[in-house]
């Protein structure tokens, strides 16, 4: 059931508006995110051109739903600043929101290297071309929950945004060193040139049309559609899962804000409510009743690297600056992820169709 929140129910038609005819520059817009995002966008009227590698998974929702005929689609490496400046500069954005990133913790530590040239650097480029930009006036840089130094001590409260970044493996550090890069061009340039800038530390995310590997939610779903028992790592690790509508919202949110306000501009934590900040394992028991067809799982641990097992945020400050708060509960997220999956068709214009209807839903 949607809750009855300040925000969902006065100021969402205030985006419609914001955003109807607006300028906007995504990097990472073939990823599953960056997709969800560019379609919201599109419903609102933007204007919007995205610079991203090609899709990273196959299947791929932005290719299923293909959505580069209703936007201007460039391919293209965030790690090459020349192209990349070239791009955003012939594009004149009012805004640019930064989703580009290797965002795997396992992937990183098979390819540190990698996941530090295109988290750091990239995020390096992004800020240089925004820099040389005379048309931005808001930028908003989309990091994640795991740049905080994580002692795994069990936090009720939750990380707050004043906390010390140092992110463990080589993904959570390179984001924390995102951070680190965007808040000296604020420092340095952005101030100056009067840019309004923040960063956006969102929680684990699920939905429907995500097909990475290493992700619980993708991983329930090829194995129900097989038939076969869902593997589960670590079923006690608790994370803040939310529905990739929420954060996505709050992005928007965000940027529309800061680019009326200045002061709005900041460091926000972008997660659900205490109570759906839950363990793994429960999560997937929300997903086997949602799915049926006998879906059930099991723990198998394979020995892999390190990964935090307790993650919780603290969210205060999107709340109270923004009089914030999420619309769906974990049990609405996973009925939403399985509807969408279950409804999946071939036809390009059915899935537009599908994400459409959610995202009408949410906003």
């Not at 530590?109 to 931005?136: F, H, Q």
């Not at 069990?154 to 808040?183: A, I």
Request: proline share 4%.
């Amino acid at each position: 059931m949607k809750r009855k929140d300040h925000f969902s129910i006065s100021n969402m038609s205030n985006l419609r508006e914001f955003y109807n005819g607006k300028r906007v520059f995504i990097t990472g817009h073939t990823g599953f995110k960056g997709t969800w995002l560019t379609r919201m966008l599109l419903l609102m009227g933007a204007d919007v051109t995205g610079y991203s590698l090609e899709p990273p998974t196959d299947p791929s929702l932005f290719e299923m739903s293909e959505t580069s005929r209703d936007i201007a689609h460039i391919i293209g490496d965030v790690r090459d600043r020349e192209k990349l400046v070239a791009t955003l500069l012939d594009a004149k954005p009012d805004i640019v929101l930064h989703l580009a990133a290797q965002p795997i913790v396992r992937e990183s530590y098979k390819y540190p290297a990698y996941t530090y040239e295109t988290n750091v650097m990239g995020t390096v480029n992004i800020c240089e071309a925004v820099r040389l930009s005379d048309t931005v006036k808001s930028f908003l840089n989309v990091t994640t929950d795991k740049v905080y130094l994580n002692d795994d001590i069990d936090r009720p409260e939750g990380f707050r945004e004043d906390e010390q970044l140092d992110g463990y493996d080589p993904y959570s550090n390179s984001k924390s060193c995102s951070e680190l890069v965007t808040h000296s061009y604020i420092r340095s340039f952005f101030n100056e040139k009067g840019i309004a800038v923040s960063t956006a530390r969102a929680g684990n995310v699920i939905g429907g049309g995500d097909y990475a590997i290493d992700r619980i939610i993708p991983d329930c779903v090829r194995a129900a559609e097989k038939g076969e028992t869902i593997i589960v790592r670590s079923p006690y690790s608790i994370r803040p899962y939310q529905h990739v509508l929420e954060p996505l919202r709050a992005y928007l949110m965000i940027a529309m804000e800061q680019y009326e306000d200045k002061s709005k501009a900041g460091y926000y934590n972008v997660g659900p409510d205490d109570t759906d900040c839950i363990e793994t394992g429960k999560l997937v028991d929300l997903f086997c009743k949602a799915w049926g067809e006998g879906a059930s799982w099991e723990e198998r641990s394979d020995g892999g690297p390190h990964e935090a097992t307790f993650l919780k945020l603290n969210c205060d400050k999107l709340k109270e600056t923004f009089s914030w708060e999420p619309s769906w509960n974990i049990e609405k997220a996973v009925r939403m992820v399985v509807q969408f999956e279950k409804a999946k068709s071939t036809s390009s214009a059915e899935i537009r169709e599908e994400m459409e209807k959610e995202i009408n839903e949410m906003v």
